[in-house]
């Protein structure tokens, strides 16, 4: 039976970073004569929001030269600015300000957009019809809702900026601009989620899922736990699940409806992992021999539900590669907290998790996320507990340094 995906409508640090967590919280006298020191004024200078994106992004003054600034040409890059209007709607907040001075065309904008139809979008479906439903969120969803049209923007920069290396640093400084500009306004939908918005909440959080992986992978961040505990991924990947529960899923009459009543082929078949039956029979015993009484039940679903992810994915029964993620959606509240904590039991289970992730790495956005997780997991893990981690280090091609 086919499976849900959480993750795209069909199927199954830095600056941004701390603001994405703040989205998901929201649903969080001397004597005449005497001799006086001399005084140490500091020299008055003028802020400009005017400097070029590059400089932006690595926090260096910029001299504003234009059409390429002394900082960008002693460093060979190609130099960017922000079009006045883009600036002005820093405060504004509104992408309707830009649309309605005549004659000012972005053309970054334009860019982004052309991309995003012809190629971005069919980068996120393994078919065709995925991506025109993807392609349809533009004009349903994110012309009404700027900050899903800026998260948009956000990805399709980024995936420039893999398609165009030269120019990596301008997209990547757009894309940022943009992710910004979206967290700041999405914030203020969640608040305030109904039936008016409630599409646009759940597709800007799903994409935030995107961008945070089409960013690579980040120190001490492995989308289930993080090096401190807590990952902010992984707040906002079951956001995805809150969202849809805050109203009642036949609300989403823009996203998720259309996803389940769509219907697109099966996968290809995969040649399925070595002996993965026979793995996960021997990890469903040891971990029912050595698990807490009051844990154990919990442990033995979360192993029950990975197979489940297996089977449909060997068995071609599955749509879409990402409902994979399927697992990590349906897992329960107290299994993720002890995962975060780096709980050994649920780290182990979390390693045999990262084998199904390790195919949707023919995606641009999931490169290098498979290896850096495993490598997040085995520094995690006590020595004693390391030996069952060795198969799906194995199936996924990883050496440990």
Same mark, same amino acid.
């Given at each position: 039976m086919q499976q849900e995906s959480p993750l795209t409508e069909h199927t199954p640090a830095s600056r941004g970073s701390s603001q994405a967590f703040l989205v998901a919280s929201t649903y969080n006298n001397n004597d005449e004569g005497a001799s006086r020191p001399p005084t140490i004024t500091r020299k008055s200078h003028r802020k400009s929001r005017a400097g070029c994106r590059n400089c932006k992004t690595r926090r260096i003054k910029c001299d504003e030269t234009k059409p390429h600034c002394a900082n960008c040409k002693r460093r060979q890059v190609r130099c960017g600015y922000p079009n006045t209007t883009t600036t002005s709607d820093l405060n504004s907040g509104d992408l309707a300000n830009d649309r309605s001075r005549p004659g000012d065309l972005q053309i970054s904008d334009i860019e982004l957009t052309y991309h995003w139809i012809t190629s971005t979008s069919h980068s996120l479906s393994a078919w065709a019809s995925g991506a025109a439903r993807?392609?349809?969120?533009?004009?349903?969803?994110?012309?009404?809702?700027?900050?899903?049209?800026?998260?948009?923007?956000?990805?399709?920069?980024?995936?420039?900026? @893999?398609?165009?290396? !030269?120019?990596?640093?301008?997209?990547?400084? !757009?894309?940022?601009?943009?992710?910004?500009?979206?967290?700041?306004?999405?914030?203020?939908?969640?608040?305030?989620?109904?039936?008016?918005?409630?599409?646009?909440?759940?597709?800007?959080?799903?994409?935030?899922?995107?961008?945070?992986?089409?960013?690579?992978?980040?120190?001490?961040?492995?989308?289930?736990?993080?090096?401190?505990?807590?990952?902010?991924?992984?707040?906002?990947?079951?956001?995805?699940? !809150?969202?849809?529960?805050?109203?009642?899923?036949?609300?989403?009459?823009? @996203?998720?409806?259309?996803?389940?009543?769509?219907?697109?082929?099966?996968?290809?078949?995969?040649?399925?992992?070595?002996?993965?039956?026979?793995?996960?029979?021997?990890?469903?015993?040891?971990?029912?021999?050595?698990?807490?009484?009051?844990?154990?039940?919990?442990?033995?679903?979360?192993?029950?539900?990975?197979?489940?992810?297996?089977?449909?994915?060997?068995?071609?029964?599955?749509?879409e590669y990402h409902v994979a993620f399927a697992w990590l959606y349906r897992m329960s509240d107290d299994f993720l907290n002890r995962l975060q904590q780096r709980d050994p039991l649920p780290l182990v289970i979390y390693a045999y998790f990262v084998v199904l992730m390790h195919d949707i790495e023919r995606f641009w956005y999931m490169k290098g996320w498979t290896h850096h997780v495993m490598g997040g997991i085995l520094e995690a893990l006590p020595k004693e507990h390391r030996v069952w981690i060795r198969w799906p280090v194995a199936m996924v091609g990883w050496i440990a340094p």
């Open positions: 993807w392609q349809s969120i533009m004009g349903d969803v994110a012309f009404e809702h700027n900050h899903v049209l800026h998260l948009l923007f956000a990805l399709t920069a980024l995936h420039l900026a @893999t398609c165009r290396p !030269t120019r990596c640093e301008e997209y990547t400084a !757009t894309a940022e601009h943009h992710y910004e500009r979206a967290l700041a306004q999405v914030t203020r939908e969640i608040v305030s989620i109904g039936p008016s918005n409630c599409d646009a909440v759940l597709v800007s959080v799903q994409l935030i899922c995107f961008v945070s992986w089409a960013r690579g992978p980040q120190a001490g961040e492995y989308l289930a736990f993080g090096k401190q505990g807590r990952s902010e991924w992984l707040v906002m990947f079951r956001g995805i699940r !809150t969202t849809l529960e805050s109203l009642g899923r036949d609300q989403f009459a823009k @996203t998720h409806a259309p996803a389940v009543r769509a219907k697109d082929r099966l996968l290809p078949p995969l040649d399925e992992p070595f002996e993965y039956e026979k793995q996960l029979q021997g990890l469903r015993e040891h971990v029912a021999y050595v698990s807490e009484p009051a844990e154990r039940d919990d442990n033995a679903r979360a192993i029950g539900v990975l197979h489940e992810c297996y089977s449909s994915r060997y068995e071609s029964k599955d749509a």
